[in-house]
Structures are given as C-alpha cells and as structure tokens.
C-alpha cells in the first residue's frame, strides 16, 4: 500500500511539473512567437541577398535501336533498351561529352564544374531520358541542355550501335528560379525560431530549482510554512513610507498637546 502511493504521488508531482512547464510556455508564448517570426524574416531576407537563384532546363530525347527485319521492334528490343538507358546515363556525363559542350559553347569551366550542373532521370520501363542543367543564367542553362543533348546522341550512336537518338522535347528557356525556394527557407527560419526559442525557455526551466511559492517548499522540502513575509515594490513601499511618517507627525503632535 506504501508502494503505491508513493507511486501515485511521483505520478501527481510529474503531472504538476508538466501543468508547470505548460504554463511557463505559455506565460513566454509572445517570445516564442516573435523568436519565429524574426528568424522567418532573417531566412527570407539571407534568401534574397545572398543565395544566387537557379534556374534549371530540361530537354528530352528517345533512343531508338535496332529494328528486326521486317521492320518491327520486338518484346525483347524494348526490354534491352529499357535496361541500357543506365548506359546511356552514364554517358552523358563522361568526359568526351562534357569536352564537346565546352568546347561548342566556349565555356569558362572544367569537365567537373560542367558535370555539377547536370542531372539525368529516366522514367521506370522507358528509354526516354531526361537531361537537366542548373545555372545562374537561364540562357545558359538551355543551351548548355541543348549541346549537351546533341553531344550525348552522337556518342550514343557510334559506341551502342544504335539507329538513332530522336529529340522528344528542346531545352526550354526558364522563366523563373528553380531555387532556393524563398517561402520554404521562411517557413524552415520561423519553425527553427520557435523550436530554438521554446528549447532555451523548457532548458532555464529544467535548470531552475529556486524556490518561489510556499507549495514548493512544502513539494521540495517536505517542510511546513508557518508563515510569509509580504514583500512591497517600489510604489507600495513608498505609499507606506508615507503613512509612516504622517503617523509620526500625528503622534508629535498629539504629545505637544499634552
């Protein structure tokens, strides 16, 4: 019986600890909140400063392999071609590609520089790829998708034996930032704000074991309050002193009277 209520009684103080730890949040909820909303504002101000938008274009092409001879392509061919498309990935990054796109478009960068801006999807059970390019000038972006595309069909015609690499979609010319995405940063800066704001507030709550009222010597301590101390602030203390000395001066002079 002992056991459990000293069980129910850890239970009760966890309980108020956490009713506390609510209240405290909530009595400093106008910090949290502003904490969010300055970091919100602080992404999306570093988001326009000093982040350099991107913008990314997309061309695609098909590859077409051999046909039997009567002209038709078999169960087979479409599964090995599907299967290749990983080869043909491959060389749209490799080094004789990206050479050529620098050197048609007299580029200012490296082989490695050229292969960061890059990116190659394929659709599940296709053998239509997908050539990305990311850069700073939207212009550039396209055409280096376009060159790259070009360089890559040839390569893949002479080293795969195929017929040949049909064009399903130009480059496009973007219009706007692919990234950064300036209301996600914001959204990402005002949670943090909250999360780092209420993390710091829950931290001095854990760390302060001060005591305030008389029911946290009695929870604490486990010791009986025989009495409390009022403690006046400024206004009360000076309304007091008043009083005080009205006092004194009624007692002079009901002692000079006598």
Not at 89 to 105: G, H, N
Not at 185 to 196: H, P, Q, R
């Amino acid at each position: 019986m002992e056991g459990t209520n000293q069980n129910v009684k850890e239970n009760d103080e966890i309980t108020i600890d956490l009713t506390e730890l609510f209240m405290t949040l909530w009595s400093k909820a106008h910090i949290i909140i502003l904490s969010g909303i300055l970091l919100g504002l602080l992404a999306f101000v570093g988001t326009k400063l000093f982040i350099t938008p991107m913008y990314t274009s997309t061309t695609r092409f098909y590859v077409l392999t051999r046909t039997t001879d009567t002209g038709n392509v078999t169960y087979n061919d479409l599964q090995t071609g599907s299967q290749l498309t990983k080869d043909y990935a491959e060389l749209v990054k490799s080094r004789p590609v990206l050479e050529e796109v620098i050197s048609v478009l007299n580029l200012d960068m490296d082989t490695e520089e050229l292969a960061d801006k890059i990116t190659v999807t394929t659709p599940t059970d296709t053998r239509v790829m997908s050539i990305n390019v990311r850069d700073a000038e939207p212009k550039q972006a396209r055409d280096i998708a376009d060159a790259v595309r070009q360089a890559v069909g040839i390569q893949i015609q002479d080293i795969m034996d195929v017929d040949s690499v049909k064009t399903v979609e130009e480059a496009n010319l973007p219009d706007s930032p692919s990234s950064p995405s300036v209301m996600r940063n914001t959204l990402i800066g005002a949670i943090l704000g909250i999360l780092i704001s209420a993390g710091i507030i829950i931290l001095v709550f854990m760390l302060d074991d001060t005591v305030k009222t008389p029911e946290d010597v009695e929870t604490y301590l486990g010791l009986n309050v025989l009495a409390s101390i009022p403690v006046y602030d400024g206004a009360n203390a000076k309304n007091k002193k008043r009083v005080k000395g009205l006092s004194a001066r009624n007692f002079q002079k009901k002692t000079a009277k006598k």
